[in-house]
């Protein structure tokens, strides 16, 4: 989620600048409230820019004031409203790329992640810019990994949606999450192949979950020499240390 916060406030500084210098090809009578409302946007002052917009709303249903509604309403914590304009900002320019991304950002706060994702994979297909593509990218993984989590204990269904989210993004959470739901419907060399994924692009966690499951995979393998080695790499992680343990005791018992 972060990356998707810095993304929105680069594009809304950028877009801020583009709609300055193009509003003159608005109605005249919506200019001046338009750009009033773009300076109160810098200022953070969103419930004036908000008004403001409204005023040159009703002079003309411009794709830039609508999208700058949107902005406003999400700034104020108006996710409902925000959708309704930046619906509306594409349904009055459907290659206006910077309308997909807010609204993808509204529906990913509000757990609504299919739609999320949805509206991230519009902006790949109007973007140009590899930079903001590559972001963009990294939303998708998001949204399909929120998906996964919804799923529950329904670990066929949340692969489905883990391996959608690595199919944009090789992301470490995603693999380390796939490594345990491969592991809990006994597709082990699957599992094992997340792990080794997770470790190969990790980033954000520690080594000790995909060792761990690397260590309970070869376990059921009844691959013990490897089960012993990932285990006993495990045992010290905050997070999965005492179970890798307990399964290095209950192996040692069994000898």
Do not use: H
């Not at 529906?107 to 949805?118: L, N, R, S």
């Not at 140009?128 to 929120?146: E, H, P, Q, R």
């Not at 992301?171 to 490594?179: E, I, P, Q, S, T």
């Amino acid at each position: 989620m972060k990356k998707m916060t810095c993304l929105f406030y680069c594009l809304l500084g950028t877009f801020l600048i583009t709609f300055a210098s193009f509003a003159q090809t608005m109605d005249s009578v919506a200019v001046k409230p338009f750009n009033d409302g773009l300076d109160k946007m810098q200022k953070s002052d969103y419930s004036g820019a908000l008004t403001d917009f409204q005023t040159a709303l009703a002079a003309s249903k411009d794709y830039r004031v609508y999208y700058q509604l949107g902005v406003a309403n999400e700034k104020l914590n108006k996710p409902d409203d925000a959708v309704t304009n930046f619906k509306n900002t594409i349904a009055a320019k459907p290659d206006f790329e910077p309308a997909y991304n807010d609204l993808g950002n509204v529906y990913f706060t509000q757990g609504k992640y299919q739609d999320a994702a949805d509206n991230f994979q519009m902006v790949l297909k109007t973007s140009t810019d590899s930079t903001l593509k590559a972001n963009v990218n990294f939303n998708i993984t998001l949204a399909y990994s929120g998906l996964a989590t919804s799923a529950g204990k329904n670990s066929k269904k949340a692969i489905e949606y883990l391996k959608k989210a690595v199919s944009y993004t090789n992301y470490d959470v995603v693999y380390l999450n796939l490594a345990k739901n491969y592991f809990l419907i006994n597709q082990y060399d699957k599992s094992i192949e997340a792990s080794q994924n997770a470790l190969k692009y990790k980033k954000t966690i520690s080594e000790g979950g995909p060792n761990y499951w690397l260590g309970v995979a070869y376990q059921k393998k009844n691959d013990a020499k490897k089960a012993k080695e990932y285990l006993t790499k495990a045992k010290d992680d905050p997070v999965y240390g005492k179970s890798a343990q307990t399964v290095l005791t209950a192996m040692e018992k069994q000898q």
